[in-house]
């Protein structure tokens, strides 16, 4: 048998991943075996990431068996990450949720599906009949197809009337599409992958891409005449690959910004033309700026004054400088005014619109984008906005509806629907396709919460899960390789998503669900009148997207597929300098850092980090049930300071208790490494078995609402014998 490792992936070393598999050649395993080869292959997208691979999944007597990358594909040109390889694994797992199930005298039993969507749309209704229609909260994921997340919206919003509805892409992407809509005026990224080819200086600021994101690492990889810049303050994998490490201070990314801006401003490396034309407020930003000198930004960001200095001049003197971010921007409770800081950085030396230069926020989920593009997010269908009369006008034409009938203002957010409950304003729960009870912060926040419902339905494609099994209502959903659909990656590219398998058991693709429900709440006719497959439903988003930023009009699914994708907007936005803005003119930000939300103290002296491992995703629903992935990263671990881990006496792979003023890890393996800084701690997020979500804080962005997974203060205690397993 050959090593896994050395068959896991073209990006670790194969590249002839398919031939193998023409020949039965298992990846995950190294073997020959006539019962994986493939009696035909179905050409899809990857249902991980947003980096959005092109794949074959190779299916055997109506069996997943194998997958291949793509090799005409223009994003990953036949390459495939570890999740990636070993992706068809899931789709078989025992665990699969295959029946609909109603809890009766405490326990979840079996029910038909005409008795559990009967009860949902009784339950739901009768309690919005008590409570108001707003006493429903839907909680959605970037893990559905474009067309199921728009047609939930119209279900939600036009069917059971309500505005509280929000995707987990709120816990990753929110502060994103904040930043974007107030720099630009909307949201969508305005680069693109061909930009890591090109671009003669990267600045990544909290982004571990080789790690996380290890096929856009390899659009980085090809250009061998750029700079790499890495702001972390851990020493990642990718930081340990940079021309210039930036080992910043937890929370003083903004602070380091806006040295930048001043430094370059004072230099005269700036584009004042572009500037003049093209944006507005320079002035203000200049006053602001006056403060930020050198000395008060070193101290601030713990970078000597040299380092800053020449970074700044790096990004200043490229013909084209691109900026790049993900969650260590993001998953703050000032993110979004980083991210306008980031977006005020490329406008005011004219890195947007041209090749190799913009501001690009990696996006987290699969198809994120798609979410926020059908209004499932923070805006209505097709980026229009709540407050905008026109825009509701038209959304209501589109929809045969009387304008009063589209919302005038957002409902509440992810983060504001768990303290409705909590408040006794939310009374039931809908959660689709997503597993708070690992992945939310504070997990006894959330525990009380779910705990005072009336009614809480979740929609998942496994069975149990940590969500699954406080149900009251238990979904059966099809998932990726089980249903058709379009999804939207982190370059705006438009990609198809094809069924290769039935879904197991009696369990339906979301987008049936829908429809299901809509007859039963008597709106079948009203909102989806004669859909019967997603191509309807991509049809009339065709018609809804017309005209605005994210337009789909000229597509067709014989063309997404056949082009591997096609780009919204085109290849690069705002390339004539005009923006959606009123006077078609970008904002830039004049904003100041701040502290962590809660430093460390004399009780809880370290300061936690969160993340991410290249060999899981999310909450391991998936992952966690392959077996090769979960070979390659069995269970949770805390990085400490060989420092620390000395004055504690503390050994490496000692297994140790993590805790916070919410809660704590009982027991967690510790990794001495000079990878994470003195008094700092990285724990990876997936593990429910040591969820580094009972410790974070319930800290949110004020404007965009997204959670500050990413500093809270933390102690670090040794096992007795007796808690170590001893006898």
């Known amino acids: 048998m050959l090593s896994p490792l050395k068959n896991i992936s073209r990006f670790l070393g194969i590249d002839t991943a398919k031939e193998k598999y023409r020949y039965g050649i298992d990846p995950q395993f190294g073997y020959t075996s006539q019962e994986k080869i493939p009696d035909h292959w179905v050409k899809t997208t990857c249902g991980y990431c947003s980096v959005g691979c092109g794949m074959y999944l190779g299916v055997r007597e109506g069996h997943a068996v194998a997958v291949h990358g793509d090799s005409d594909h223009p994003v990953n040109h036949g390459i495939l990450c570890p999740k990636g390889l070993t992706e068809h694994h899931f789709i078989h797992s025992k665990d699969r949720a295959t029946e609909p199930l109603l809890k009766i005298k405490g326990r979840l039993r079996p029910v038909h599906w005409e008795t559990a969507l009967n009860t949902l749309v009784d339950r739901f209704v009768r309690i919005q009949r008590n409570y108001g229609n707003q006493a429903l909260g839907v909680l959605s994921t970037g893990q559905l197809v474009t067309e199921e997340f728009y047609a939930l919206g119209k279900l939600v919003q036009l069917g059971f009337k309500t505005t509280n509805y929000d995707g987990n892409t709120t816990l990753c992407m929110s502060t994103a599409v904040a930043g974007y809509k107030r720099s630009f005026g909307s949201d969508g990224p305005p680069g693109c992958y061909a930009d890591f080819e090109v671009a003669d200086c990267i600045f990544l600021v909290g982004a571990n891409i080789a790690d996380n994101h290890p ?50 401003i004072d230099a005269g490396k700036i584009d004042r033309i572009y500037i003049a034309r093209h944006t507005h407020r320079f002035e203000e930003l200049v006053s602001h700026l006056k403060k930020y000198s050198l000395d008060f930004v070193s101290e601030q960001t713990g970078l000597p004054r040299d380092l800053i200095k020449k970074v700044a001049h790096t990004y200043g003197d490229a013909k084209a400088g691109l900026i790049a971010w993900t969650m260590g921007v993001n998953h703050s409770t000032q993110g979004t005014e980083t991210v306008n800081a980031i977006n005020t950085l490329a406008l005011i030396t004219g890195n947007i619109g041209r090749p190799g230069a913009a501001p690009f926020s990696i996006t987290g989920q699969c198809n994120a984008m798609g979410t926020r593009e059908a209004g499932f997010t923070s805006s209505l269908p097709g980026y229009r906005k709540f407050e905008n009369l026109q825009d509701r006008e038209e959304l209501a034409r589109i929809w045969k509806v009387p304008v009063e ?323």
């Open 215 to 264: 096929i856009l690492w390899d659009h980085l990889r090809k250009n061998t005449s750029r700079t790499l810049i890495v702001a972390d303050p851990r020493l990642s994998k990718t930081a340990m690959l940079a021309d210039l490490y930036l080992p910043v201070k937890p929370r003083s990314d903004l602070t380091l910004i806006n040295g930048i801006m001043k430094i370059l």
């Open 405 to 727: 009938e589209i919302p005038q203002e957002r409902g509440w957010a992810y983060p504001d629907i768990i303290e409705g409950i909590v408040k006794g304003k939310i009374k039931a729960l809908w959660i689709l396709a997503t597993n708070p009870f690992v992945s939310y912060p504070n997990q006894e926040l959330l525990k009380d919460a779910i705990s005072r419902l009336e009614f809480l339905v979740v929609q998942d494609g496994f069975h149990p899960t940590p969500t699954t099994e406080v149900a009251d209502l238990v979904l059966p959903a099809a998932m990726w390789g089980e249903k058709e659909g379009t999804y939207t990656n982190s370059e705006r590219r438009v990609l198809k998503v094809n069924r290769a398998v039935d879904p197991p058991g009696e369990a339906r693709s979301d987008f049936d669900i829908f429809l299901e429900i809509a007859k039963k709440l008597g709106v079948s006719n009203a909102l989806f009148s004669g859909w019967k497959k997603p191509r309807d439903a991509f049809e009339e988003w065709k018609t809804v997207s017309q005209g605005r930023l994210c337009d789909y009009s000229h597509m067709t699914y014989e063309a997404i597929e056949a082009q591997g994708g096609i780009q919204w907007g085109g290849e690069r936005l705002y390339t004539n300098g005009e923006y959606p803005t009123s006077d078609r003119k970008a904002r830039l930000w004049a904003v100041d850092g701040c502290s962590e939300p809660e430093p460390p103290n004399d009780r809880y002296p370290f300061l936690l980090n969160t993340g991410r491992t290249v060999e899981h995703w999310h909450t391991r629903t998936k992952t966690g049930r392959i077996e090769l992935l979960e070979k390659m990263s069995p269970e949770a671990w805390v990085e400490i300071n060989p420092e620390d881990a000395r004055q504690l006496k503390i050994r490496q792979h000692e297994v140790v208790r993590v805790a916070s003023q919410r809660g704590e890890i009982p027991k967690v393996a510790v990794r001495i490494t000079s990878t994470v800084p003195s008094g700092h701690l990285f724990i990876p997020f997936h593990y429910i078995e040591a969820c580094a979500n009972n410790l974070t804080v319930s800290e949110f962005d004020p404007i965009s609402r997204e959670p500050n997974y990413k500093q809270c203060a933390v102690k670090v205690e040794k096992l007795s014998f007796a808690e170590r397993g001893g006898f």
